[in-house]
């Protein structure tokens, strides 16, 4: 039985953590994120779980202990944004090199400066590429679902990787909306308990981890841990089916919204997808056949399913949330049109960096952007393929 | 932009939408979200967030509020509200609240001046314009200044989004639980509510 | 699962190697010869040795056996020949060979 609740993002999260029950969560507080472990810790103190809470001095302390709780034997998460995430930047690549599956609920915020404490992707996106997987959010009832998947996709034999669960800061973590709580009992049955296979404080068999790796090792280390990687795309859909199962909601590696026979694409992450599924319907209404992917999984990140799915496309707009400050394209931009490229499908793609620091968007900014596909397909003039949205200028 | 959309979608017509303007400190994030609480118990789809600016006592704020029978997907602010409310009256000299205000909707301002002295404040506003004295009735029920409980009641009222007996029970409801230790605060609170959804005019 | 240490060698395969160079064995070290990088030998001189010991833990290759709180001779399989031994001893019981292996 599902039970009707009105959470923020934060509190949803918060709530699949108790549901889930961890036995280590350490983290330093963060806006737009603290309320995850101030919200916890209330749990922990009320003995609602069982897990230990360690306020720690830095955000890299908090994952540094993460990791030695993990590599322990004990299941561990932390929580962060922006300036959090980065300060872990040397330990990202630690868990994950180390494959262990800590779970990290990320809240995104921009990384300074100039310093703003609200909602983009640059903290998560700077660490694309530290080895984590990666699930984004729309809004408080996704984040929480995919905190509940997380774990299941992280343990898996044959992925054992950190997971990074994102939301946008402010606009789903403070907000208060309406969200399907799974019972307790089925949280924690769908979770299942974690045994791992080894573990530093196993006393029957002892283990090192971390160890040096000279250049003889050090590139077979890698390739390994990118097939660990690729193989979390597959376990992502079995998990998501499994979770279907007993909640009655369908994830994939990406949503498609009214997409199929779409001339006009939008591929987008987080909040901003809901405001573009208003705008689609507005549009659609008025006959023009516009849609959207919205990315769920960015790491592995689904080129091949992505370049089919977008193969009826003829003008792209790509939006991405931060600027990789390379003068031809975002992160998503760059992933989308490398999938493009690699399917041989050429459309026309149009990068839009958007919502920086917090910059709103409305369902009339996403509008624009169609607005702005239709006239390059009508002029066959594409202009500036890297643009800003919502800039004074 | 607007003129962009030839039609607007169910989706969309159907959402009320409200915005809040208060001073940091004031209670305006934490009376959307109490809102959002209320009508929430009435079976309906509710938005809660405040805009998040410098975050310091005294500063202005912004918090908003919308409500539907169908799932919301929007998450942008709020530019074209049904309703605005006024937490404190000294905003008007630096925020622009009527801005985009439905003039088929209202706002509601927190003063114990003279209706008429306000519609002189607001810019030619035509819609309908309620004021209440939260001042006067947060001391008299509460001892203290907490506008945020008589401007629930008063949106409550206002918008008709669901009826002054539920309000009142779900309300009662509400603080038992957040005031478990503190019997007379509830008492205090449930006051406040009663006498401003008598006075709001 | 326990695995077998002598199998992980520089010519490892990708697919071959163990979870993110997880070491699932004990007392691995002994399996890794350290001695064969000596260039300067410690010759053990058993008449000047007052059995004080003091030379056993600063070893950092645990190359001086120790057996009923007496130390044998050193253990060349592991011993790089650093030295600091010779230095500790306050008995000039251990002489270092230089270039000799």
């Known amino acids: ?393 | 932009m607007k003129a962009f959309f030839n039609q607007r979608s169910d989706s969309v017509k159907d959402i009320i939408q409200i915005r809040w303007h208060g001073r940091g400190g004031q209670g305006a994030k934490t009376a959307a979200l109490l809102f959002a609480d209320v009508v929430f118990s009435t079976g309906k789809y509710v938005q809660g967030f405040p805009e998040y600016g410098p975050e310091r006592m005294g500063a202005p704020v912004t918090a908003y509020n919308r409500i539907s029978d169908n799932v919301i997907r929007v998450h942008s602010n709020i530019y074209e509200p049904d309703y605005v409310i006024v937490v404190d009256e000294t905003l008007f000299d630096s925020v622009d609240v009527t801005k985009g205000l439905s003039k088929e909707g209202a706002i509601i301002v927190n003063t114990a001046r003279d209706k008429a002295e306000i519609i002189k404040l607001l810019k030619g506003y035509e819609g309908r314009v309620y004021t209440i004295d939260a001042r006067k009735i947060s001391l008299e029920s509460l001892g203290r200044y907490h506008p945020n409980t008589p401007m629930l009641a008063a949106i409550v009222k206002v918008s008709g989004v669901m009826s002054e007996e539920t309000f009142l029970k779900e309300m009662q409801h509400s603080f038992e639980h957040k005031f478990a230790a503190k019997p007379a605060v509830i008492k205090g609170n449930m006051k406040a509510l009663r006498l401003t959804l008598q006075e709001v005019k | 699962m326990a695995i077998d240490v002598n199998k992980i060698t520089e010519t490892i395969y990708w697919t071959d190697i163990t979870e993110g160079c997880k070491i699932e064995a004990s007392g691995n070290s002994k399996l890794f010869n350290t001695g064969d990088w000596r260039v300067d030998t410690p010759v053990f001189i058993a008449e000047k040795c007052t059995q004080c010991l003091l030379c056993v833990p600063v070893c950092p290759d645990s190359s001086i056996p120790v057996n009923n709180y007496k130390r044998a001779d050193f253990d060349f399989a592991h011993c790089k020949g650093c030295g600091i031994c010779a230095k500790v001893c306050p008995s000039g019981a251990i002489e270092m060979k230089m270039g000799e292996r």
């Open chain 1, 1 to 393: 039985m599902s039970i009707r609740e009105r959470l923020s993002g934060n509190e949803a999260v918060a709530n699949a953590m108790r549901q889930i029950n961890p036995d280590v969560m350490s983290a330093f507080p963060i806006t737009p994120s603290t309320e995850i472990p101030f919200i916890f810790s209330s749990f922990a103190a009320n003995g609602e779980v069982d897990t230990e809470f360690i306020p720690v001095e830095s955000e890299h302390s908090a994952l540094s202990a993460a990791i030695g709780a993990q590599a322990a034997g004990a299941r561990s998460l932390t929580a962060t944004s922006s300036c959090g995430l980065a300060l872990m930047w040397e330990m990202l690549y630690v868990a994950a090199s180390n494959r262990l599956p800590i779970a990290l609920a990320l809240v995104n915020r921009t990384l300074s400066g100039p310093i703003n404490i609200n909602c983009d992707h640059s903290d998560s996106m700077g660490a694309r590429d530290s080895g984590w997987i990666q699930i984004y959010s729309e809004n408080n009832q996704e984040v929480y679902d995919n905190f509940v998947q997380a774990y299941r996709i992280a343990e898996h034999p044959s992925v054992r990787l950190p997971i990074m669960i994102c939301q946008d800061g402010f606009i789903t973590s403070a907000a208060v909306e309406n969200i399907e709580l799974l019972e307790d009992k089925e949280v924690k049955e769908f979770v299942g308990e974690y045994c791992p296979e080894n573990y530093l404080l196993n006393s029957r068999q002892s283990q090192s981890i971390g160890p040096y790796a000279v250049s003889a090792y050090c590139m077979e280390a890698k390739r390994a841990q990118l097939e660990a990687l690729k193989n979390a795309k597959q376990v992502v859909l079995e998990v998501a089916e499994e979770f279907a199962g007993i909640s009655g909601r369908s994830y994939g590696l990406f949503e498609e919204y009214r997409l199929a026979d779409a001339d006009y694409a939008m591929v987008i992450i987080g909040s901003a997808a809901g405001t573009a599924k208003d705008a689609i319907d507005q549009l659609r209404a008025d006959g023009q056949k516009v849609g959207m992917l919205k990315i769920r999984l960015f790491r592995p990140f689904p080129g091949e399913e992505i370049a089919a799915a977008l193969k009826n496309a003829r003008v792209i707009a790509c939006m991405d949330r931060t600027e990789s400050f390379n003068s031809q394209c975002g992160p998503l931009g760059a992933e989308v049109k490398n999938a493009l490229y690699n399917a041989g499908q050429a459309p026309v793609v149009i990068n839009y960096v958007y919502g920086l620091g917090g910059r709103d968007v409305a369902v009339e900014n996403i509008a624009s952007v169609y607005a702005d596909l239709i006239g390059i397909d009508k002029t066959k003039d594409a202009g500036e393929k890297y643009r800003y949205l919502s800039l004074r200028d």
